[in-house]
């Protein structure tokens, strides 16, 4: 039996009273591992459980999290160490997107003995312990993460025996690196560089299908922003179809809406505004504003699928503003990492530029993060858009949905928290000589999938170049994908993606079942896991690793900002928050 765990037999009795009090949802017939005719459920691996997990399994005791009740609003009400290699997720109302969700890298678990010890912070911000192929070996600050393959790992081992990460925010200078044969794989080729690379036979340009979205936005509890008349000017008094077609590589799209088409029930409801730059200067008159007024934009200067020429777009958009609409905007670049802490806070008092790339396949992805009751990156939250999102986040059938996304968006259009300005086509590149290279529409691409060739035979490595630095390395607290990317290597979740799609597949669980109505979940678990600190991998670690996160009273709810924005929004809203 595992020592330290994050809750105590005694508790997990008490608190399993208060669930039984407060929630009427949760069946026995969940609660014995019998779904009770369930549909729904992901795919499983081969996984041989035996009649019972073994006479240690006799004597395990589990442990929980709980909400005291479910009047709290959010869709966790607890989670259950059933038996060593079981996980039962009960919620308060059904979620259709739950698998696509727990395959999500913030999701990731790591041992319960490790996040006791660091106390959710310190040393687990640099070096996570997962069960991945993968595992830190040093990060030097500044430069690289340098990573070495996990001998112990239970799944396929990954080839380079050493992988370094390192950045470059210029798309030129990435590219560089390739031709010089510095770096195996580069993420986000500029595009102009398209041609170059599809010309060089030492070369392969990588296309990734993943829907994304650039916006400029406002956060309405800074003047002038709080006037919706304002908000409305600027939605009007942007040319966008200028911005793609200057800016963007083949693929790309002028949005009609702030969710991609792709993504189904994006794009229900009404179209964006058309650019009109004479009704955009008589409404903004309207507000009180006939001469503009002064603001500032604010960007990071890392090259992202959806932004990759951040300087030159901010560029742009100032002498649009001035041109279209007399507003006056300063350029204000700043660092990644406090430039992602104040925008999604909603502590910038200007426009800013940030974009969002699908994380799942799922329309909760794009609107409940944004648009949630919680979020205060736009400033005050809007009813008209997250009561029908809180809604229709429920309803598994999207015909059922489509009323309810179509309000929501029209809500959107109307309030203008952010004018969606384009939807960007994306490729990377790699050495041809690196075998399996490739990159999935949703998460990132896994190191241990890709081998390299090295002239030296008895040691092989691979250098990957992104666009910026890592903010920290406990993902569960973090939403940056220069974060998320390197933390995927490492620490791995229930379920994953499949490379060529948005499908779910076993990682730590080999199945995940839900009741009818999709409120009750049960994962059984992968046995004989180790984590890189030799630890046993089990049930009470998922409990930890989620209670961290979600519990917002828990002792280790600290990380690196303390938001946990994902766990926050995704789930609409921490368990035990006051």
């Not at 312990?129 to 430069?143: F, H, K, Q, S």
């Not at 500029?190 to 829907?211: F, G, R």
């Not at 969606?420 to 490739?438: R, T």
């Not at 999709?518 to 180790?530: A, I, K, N, P």
Request: aromatic share 10%; proline share 6%; with cysteine.
């Amino acid at each position: 039996m595992k020592k330290n765990k994050l809750y105590s037999l005694l508790a997990l009795l008490m608190i399993a009273s208060m669930i039984l009090a407060a929630c009427e949802g949760a069946t026995d017939d969940a609660s014995s591992g019998d779904d009770s005719g369930s549909s729904e459920e992901a795919t499983e691996a081969e996984h041989d459980d035996g009649d019972d997990h073994s006479e240690e399994a006799a004597a395990f005791e589990g442990t929980s999290v709980a909400a005291a009740s479910c009047d709290y609003g959010g869709k966790i009400s607890s989670i259950t160490a059933v038996d060593e290699f079981t996980v039962q997720f009960d919620l308060c109302k059904s979620d259709p997107a739950f698998l696509a969700k727990i395959a999500f890298t913030p999701f990731g678990i790591q041992p319960s003995e490790w996040i006791a010890e660091t106390g959710g912070t310190g040393e687990l911000l640099e070096k996570p312990i997962g069960t991945g192929p993968y595992m830190v070996a040093e990060w030097d600050r500044g430069n690289q993460v340098v990573f070495s393959r996990f001998d112990g790992y239970w799944g396929e081992a990954g080839a380079a025996e050493t992988v370094t990460l390192r950045w470059l925010t210029e798309g030129a200078a990435r590219l560089q690196e390739l031709q010089a044969g510095t770096a195996d794989f580069i993420t986000n080729v500029a595009p102009d560089d398209y041609a170059v690379i599809e010309a060089d036979p030492d070369l392969v340009l990588i296309p990734q299908d993943n829907p994304n979205i650039l916006y400029l936005a406002m956060t309405n509890t800074f003047a002038p922003f709080d006037d919706v008349r304002v908000r409305q000017a600027v939605a009007m008094g942007i040319d966008r179809e200028r911005i793609v077609e200057n800016f963007y590589t083949t693929g790309s799209t002028v949005p009609s809406h702030f969710t991609p088409c792709s993504i189904p029930g994006g794009c229900e409801g009404e179209d964006w505004y058309a650019f009109d730059a004479e009704a955009a200067r008589a409404l903004l008159a309207d507000a009180g504003f006939p001469d503009g007024f002064e603001t500032a934009i604010y960007y990071r200067d890392v090259f992202r699928a959806y932004l990759p020429e951040p300087p030159l777009v901010a560029q742009e958009l100032q002498a649009q503003l001035e041109a279209n609409l007399g507003i006056t905007a300063e350029i204000i670049p700043m660092e990644s990492g406090e430039f992602i802490a104040a925008s999604t806070d909603g502590q910038l008092d200007g426009f800013y530029l940030l974009g969002w790339g699908a994380d799942y396949p799922h329309v909760t992805n794009f609107l409940d993060f944004h648009f949630g009751s919680g979020n205060p990156q736009f400033g005050e939250t809007h009813p008209e858009i997250y009561e029908p999102l809180e809604v229709a986040s429920t309803i598994s059938d999207p015909a059922e949905a489509a009323a309810l996304y179509e309000e929501a968006n029209n809500a959107i259009r109307e309030l203008v928290p952010m004018v969606p300005l384009a939807n960007g086509g994306v490729a990377h590149a790699a050495l041809a000589s690196l075998d399996g290279a490739y990159y999935p529409p949703f998460g990132a691409n896994e190191f241990y999938r890709m081998t390299p060739t090295n002239d030296d035979s008895d040691y092989v490595d691979m250098v990957y170049v992104q666009n910026a630095e890592p903010i920290s390395l406990y993902c569960a607290d973090e939403t940056d994908g220069e974060s998320l990317r390197p933390c995927q290597q490492v620490v791995e979740t229930l379920l994953d993606y499949a490379t060529d799609s948005g499908d779910t597949v076993p990682e730590l669980a080999t199945s995940c079942t839900g009741n009818d109505d999709s409120t009750v979940w049960v994962c059984e678990l992968r046995e004989g896991v180790t984590f890189h600190d030799g630890s046993s991998f089990d049930a009470n670690d998922v409990v930890a690793s989620w209670a961290a996160g979600i519990d917002a009273s828990s002792p280790y709810h600290v990380g690196n900002t303390g938001g946990f924005d994902y766990f926050a929004y995704l789930w609409d809203g921490l368990i035990n928050a006051e």
